[in-house]
């Protein structure tokens, strides 16, 4: 299962790849709805809960398909809002599975993110549960086929006494007790919904869950444009006592029935059971080992000067700062293991680099870059790549006139390997990050950017010429773009001339660490 | 982006919610006109089949003060036999027993059919079975419908229970 696992997140990694490439091209990677899914479902919930609080005021218990004929005959008002209720309803289900499938191809469901992979599982069934309640409100012929069916399945568990498909028989008219219940639970079901959201986000700080307002504003005025020249119509009144003939069908909520109808009930149960199962499986299928390199940060209480850096810029809030026990005064980090995915983000906020998951501190990225330099030998009109190995730069093949110093994420680079690339004589330095909306360690993009030019702490230092420094955001499959990007660099440089090496490169950690060097610790 | 880019754009947009929206309410087909079902569904208080003698002092004795039933009882809910004949063929013919650990809750029929529109011989018996030389005082042994069904296309012919003549009744006819 594993090893299946892991050949569907390569292929959907490079179906992603291809999408957002085309995506980015037409909407530009800020507004690429691919890369908002998660906040889309957001908005989606808050669009839903507007519209279905206006179809509320007319929805009747009593005669529920009469109700509902009502709403979709008021011209001006009830017909687009209960379409746009609708249509919004189904762009949800696009984008919680654009969503999933993200998070599972980016192998971002393990470890700490586990729970907000369960919690994400949850959420999907729950708001199939709340579509499904939806359809059967209207009581026409596709809600006859739902719940008919719901009933079959749900008579093969031993749960309830009598049943519930002879509620279905027409012997009778459907009380309107199926009908309050109905909607009760099509109304409490959105409040368990956004508690499960809360969950579902518990786990990450400054969590981003609207999308960007072009991109919001966008989709609501695309689909109530929609909703008003496409109106959702009325099917035919349910009638027990007749085989449906024609069925406006919704792919997006309906699409189990027809495979399960045609099974026996165990049958059916078996399958659903086990999808589910797989999917809350996957933090435990997709788990790296301990050979993977993904420990969680540490830190040296050494180096720590208690700056809180690192505390603020973690996205998973997996650092917290405690009193020192070492006879300094003030705090120093500590890292939640249970916490820590291992992004290495804080390596890049730490002045002193006394933090950062093994092997990956600020510390070893000077050791790792001295070597690099020794290899790649840049000449003065060597353009570096620092590439994020996510994006299209990971993918680039190295040469003597760009040699790639590849990083796990552009977050987790610390800005003094650029200041060493640049003085140790290359002519610049190309940082090949993700698009911010998509940098798999949430924030990486973002910070790098703060750090490199806008002073925040772990701070490109001010005798770095920021003209020798560009940032691309490309993503995986944008390799055309790359080369542009480096073919407009490399021309901006002509007129600075190439980089000249200085003999001595003295990198200078900024916070005032006592009795400590970066040489010692290189040592 | 130039205005072609931004028309191309808009219009992959509006596809995209397009198909969204065509995908919400897809035209499909459920039943044909050459399709129809046979619905059996009622529900019945079952016999009792079981033996009961009164517990003898010490029996009450030995027995917990909640437990102290003055019967005691051997048995269960009879069973019953389901019989679906269509122009002389029997299309079901199924023994049904209680539900419960003891038999002792109501029976429920639930049954689908497929059918073809047109006339039918209909015949449903539902009887007791019971072991030989059980008698019951009074109590309805047998349900059955006995007669000609149209079915027309699409059509659910439901037979169900008539609570005041306890016979097995069309229902909408």
Redo the contacts between chains.
């Keep these: 299962m594993r090893r299946l696992l892991r050949a569907a997140q390569r292929a959907g990694r490079g179906l992603f790849a291809r999408a957002d490439s085309a995506f980015n091209a037409l909407y530009t990677w800020r507004y690429n709805p691919l890369y908002h899914s998660g906040a889309l479902v957001v908005a989606c919930f808050l669009i839903l809960t507007v519209t279905g609080l206006y179809l509320l005021l007319f929805y009747r218990i009593g005669a529920p398909y009469d109700s509902v004929a009502r709403i979709t005959d008021q011209a001006f008002a009830g017909r687009w809002i209960r379409t746009l209720h609708r249509y919004v309803s189904d762009l949800a289900v696009v984008a919680i599975v654009v969503h999933a499938f993200r998070m599972f191809v980016q192998d971002r469901a393990w470890g700490p993110r586990a729970l907000a992979w369960v919690s994400g599982v949850v959420l999907t069934l729950v708001f199939f549960v709340c579509g499904w309640t939806g359809y059967v409100m209207v009581w026409d012929v596709q809600a006859q086929l739902l719940a008919a069916e719901g009933a079959r399945l749900f008579d093969f568990l031993p749960i309830f006494d009598e049943p519930i498909s002879r509620a279905f028989v027409g012997d009778r008219p459907m009380p309107s007790a199926f009908f309050f219940m109905n909607l009760f639970a099509h109304i409490a079901i959105p409040v368990g919904i956004a508690l499960i959201l809360w969950i579902h986000v518990s786990r990450l700080a400054r969590a981003n869950v609207m999308p960007p307002r072009p991109l919001l504003w966008g989709t609501v005025a695309l689909f109530t444009l929609v909703s008003l020249a496409w109106p959702a119509t009325m099917a035919q009144e349910a009638d027990l006592l007749r085989l449906p003939t024609d069925v406006p069908f919704d792919v997006f909520y309906s699409f189990p029935w027809p495979i399960t109808r045609a099974l026996p009930a165990g049958v059916a149960w078996l399958g659903l059971g086990g999808l589910f199962a797989i999917a809350l499986s996957v933090p435990l299928l997709t788990r790296p080992g301990p050979a993977d390199g993904r420990a969680p940060s540490w830190v040296n209480p050494r180096f720590c000067t208690g700056c809180e850096q690192c505390y603020h810029d973690c996205p998973y809030e997996a650092i917290g700062m405690v009193r020192r026990d070492d006879g300094r005064e003030g705090f120093v980090a500590l890292v939640d293991p249970s916490k820590c995915v291992s992004c290495g983000i804080c390596a890049g906020s730490c002045a002193p680099m006394g933090v950062g998951p093994p092997g990956r501190t600020g510390r070893d990225q000077l050791a790792e870059v001295r070597a690099f330099i020794d290899l790649a030998q840049p000449s003065a009109e060597s353009v570096v790549l620092v590439a994020c190995r996510h994006s299209a730069g990971g993918r680039r093949r190295s040469d003597h006139a760009t040699p790639v110093f590849p990083v796990p994420c552009v977050g987790a680079l610390h800005t003094s390997v650029i200041e060493y690339l640049v003085r140790a004589g290359a002519a610049g330095v190309v940082v090949v990050a993700c698009p911010s909306r998509d940098c798999w360690n949430r924030e990486g993009v973002t910070w790098f950017l703060e750090r490199a030019y806008n002073q925040r702490e772990a701070e490109l230092q001010e005798r770095v010429d920021r003209r020798r420094l560009h940032v691309a955001y490309v993503a995986e499959s944008e390799s055309a773009k790359l080369e542009d990007e480096i073919a407009g660099f490399r021309a901006s440089l002509e007129a600075l001339g190439g980089g000249s090496a200085e003999a001595t490169i003295d990198i200078v950690a900024l916070c005032d660490v006592p009795e400590v060097s970066v040489t010692e610790v290189e040592a | 982006?130039t205005r072609a880019?931004m028309l191309?754009?808009g219009a992959?947009?509006?596809a995209l919610?397009?198909a969204?929206?065509w995908?919400?309410?897809?035209?499909?087909?459920?039943?044909?006109?050459d399709?129809?079902?046979l619905?059996l569904?009622w529900?019945v208080e079952g016999l009792r089949v079981e033996e009961c003698r009164p517990r003898t002092a010490e029996e009450l004795e030995a027995l917990a003060p909640h437990m102290r039933t003055p019967e005691v009882c051997v048995g269960g809910g009879a069973d019953y036999e389901l019989l679906v004949e269509l122009d002389g063929a029997a299309v079901v013919h199924d023994t049904i027993r209680a539900?419960g650990a003891r038999g002792d809750?109501?029976i429920?029929v639930?049954r689908d059919i497929d059918l073809s529109p047109g006339r039918y011989a209909l015949r449903v018996a539902f009887g007791a079975l019971l072991p030989e030389g059980f008698a019951v005082d009074g109590a309805r042994l047998t349900h059955a419908f006995d007669g000609q069904v149209d079915v027309a296309p699409?059509?659910?012919v439901?037979i169900?229970l008539d609570p005041t003549t306890a016979e097995l009744v069309r229902?909408?006819q």
């Excluded at chain 2, 995908?23 to 006109?33: E, K």
């Design positions: 982006m880019r191309l754009a992959l947009a509006l919610a397009l969204v929206a995908l919400s309410q897809a035209p499909t087909t459920y039943a044909r006109d399709d129809a079902l619905r569904s529900r539900g809750r109501p429920y639930y699409t059509e659910v439901l169900a229902v909408g």
